[in-house]
């Protein structure tokens, strides 16, 4: 009953035109740039095409919702939705930004069946996350070499997302996520394990002094996806288990591949497609950057909206972004926070010095169990 006011000839009119709408982006134009040029032209063409592809999703979340006022009894909070009814264009417009919200979200999928029906590589380079003699830098580079993009309009409401909620529970502000904080299981609340027949390995919190002088941006970072239900690697500690160091995932995440496979490297993906990521309820994004200096500490966040992503030959350049990360003195949401290779200086509270900066979108559990462990633990 719930379609049963959608005309499904006008529908199929509604995809065939589209469909060619969207075909007709594709095409090359008359002139083919070569090199950064082409590279730059070719992701945004993809930014159009996901744009008229979500304008799409939109449009027939409207005629859904629209069946279903039709459907649904007289009366209710913003009144009936009868044509020529004084509260039909209330509804009208509440729907219509409702439909822009859903479609926005990625969450209906429509979108993104558009874009595989295409062909398109819905933003992520075509050889994204499978290992190959030459890293995913090469087909990053074929998309987004030398790309300066701002998309301060996508997004621009902050998402209700899995990793929000689950911040808001992780005691942000307070200090103890700062480098003379002091944590306790209640705060690194794994409860994995691994059996051996002399003892029980425990993830490590308590034997490690809570991790009291030390950094916590990995801790922080990594607990919150572990906490949204997102897959999380383990390494080994001297005691037991331990999340691992932002210089070790970034190390990890520089050919393309995750070892275990605990997340995809999305590095050389479209701005507009690491945003859409970031805020939908699927999935989260992980920024994690390798120190220049050698014994110095890297750095890890979680990316709630980019701003800009700036690429130089595949590699991240320059990333603005609103965020979580542990500081020195304890963890915080930030605004157009800004992470600069090294010999890239400017942005607004900046950081700088990274030798690589990668960016990964975290996965959703696919099992009972969210750790993963890198080795066994002797």
Request: charged letters at 20%; proline letters at 3%; hydrophobic letters at 35%.
């Given at each position: 009953?719930?379609h049963a ?21 594709q ?6 740039g070569?090199g950064?040029?082409?590279g730059?032209?070719?992701t ?10 979500q ?6 979340l409207r005629e859904l919702?629209?069946?279903m ?9 913003l009144?009936?939705?009868?044509s020529?009814s ?8 509440f729907d219509?930004s ?10 209906a999928g ?7 029906s295409l062909?398109?590589?819905?933003g992520?380079?075509a050889?994204?996350g499978h290992k190959?003699p030459?890293?995913v830098r090469?087909a990053?580079e ?8 701002h ?5 621009s ?8 909620r689950?911040?808001e529970?992780?005691h ?5 996520w ?8 209640e705060?690194l609340?794994s409860s994995?394990q691994?059996?051996?027949?002399s ?5 490590n919190?308590?034997?490690a002094?809570?991790?009291?002088g030390?950094?916590k941006?990995n801790l922080f970072?990594?607990e919150a ?10 390494v080994?500690?001297a005691r037991?288990?331990?999340f691992p160091s932002?210089?070790?995932?970034t190390?990890d995440?520089?050919?393309g591949?995750?070892d275990?496979n605990?997340g ?17 309820q699927r999935s989260?994004?992980l ?7 050698s014994g110095?500490?890297g750095h ?6 980019i ?5 130089e ?5 320059r990333?603005?972004?609103?965020g ?6 304890g ?5 157009q926070?800004?992470w600069?290779l090294d010999?890239?200086p400017?942005?607004h509270?900046?950081r700088g010095?990274?030798k690589?900066?990668?960016?990964i979108?975290?996965?959703t559990?696919n099992?009972?169990?969210?750790e993963?462990p ?5």
């Amino acid at each position: 009953m719930l379609h049963a006011n959608i005309d499904p000839q006008v529908v199929s009119q509604h995809v065939d035109s589209t469909l060619k709408a969207l075909k007709a982006q594709q095409q090359p134009s008359g002139s083919q740039g070569t090199g950064q040029n082409q590279g730059a032209g070719q992701t945004h063409d993809e930014t159009k095409l996901r744009q008229a592809a979500q304008k799409f999703e939109a449009m027939m979340l409207r005629e859904l919702l629209k069946s279903m006022r039709q459907t649904a009894p007289k009366g209710g909070l913003l009144g009936d939705a009868s044509s020529g009814s004084p509260s039909s264009m209330v509804l009208q417009m509440f729907d219509d930004s409702l439909a822009d919200q859903l479609a926005r979200s990625g969450d209906a999928g429509m979108a993104d069946l558009i874009m595989k029906s295409l062909g398109a590589s819905d933003g992520f380079p075509a050889t994204m996350g499978h290992k190959q003699p030459n890293p995913v830098r090469s087909a990053s580079e074929q998309s987004t070499s030398g790309q300066s993009t701002h998309i301060d309009s996508l997004g621009s409401a902050k998402a209700d997302t899995n990793i929000q909620r689950a911040i808001e529970s992780m005691h942000v502000g307070d200090g103890r996520w700062g480098k003379q904080g002091q944590l306790t299981r209640e705060d690194l609340a794994s409860s994995f394990q691994e059996s051996h027949p002399s003892k029980t390995n425990h993830f490590n919190v308590d034997e490690a002094s809570g991790y009291e002088g030390h950094y916590k941006c990995n801790l922080f970072a990594l607990e919150a996806a572990r906490r949204s239900g997102y897959q999380v690697p383990l390494v080994q500690r001297a005691r037991g288990w331990g999340f691992p160091s932002a210089n070790r995932v970034t190390q990890d995440a520089s050919d393309g591949t995750l070892d275990r496979n605990w997340g995809r490297v999305v590095t050389g993906a479209s701005p507009a497609a690491v945003n859409d990521l970031a805020q939908s309820q699927r999935s989260g994004i992980l920024l994690t950057g390798s120190a220049e200096q050698s014994g110095r500490a890297g750095h890890m966040a979680i990316i709630e909206k980019i701003h800009r992503i700036d690429y130089e030959n595949g590699a991240v350049k320059r990333v603005v972004f609103d965020g979580w990360e542990a500081r020195t003195q304890g963890a915080q949401h930030l605004t157009q926070r800004t992470w600069n290779l090294d010999g890239n200086p400017g942005g607004h509270m900046a950081r700088g010095n990274f030798k690589d900066i990668q960016l990964i979108e975290l996965t959703t559990r696919n099992s009972q169990q969210s750790e993963i462990p890198l080795s066994k633990l002797k």
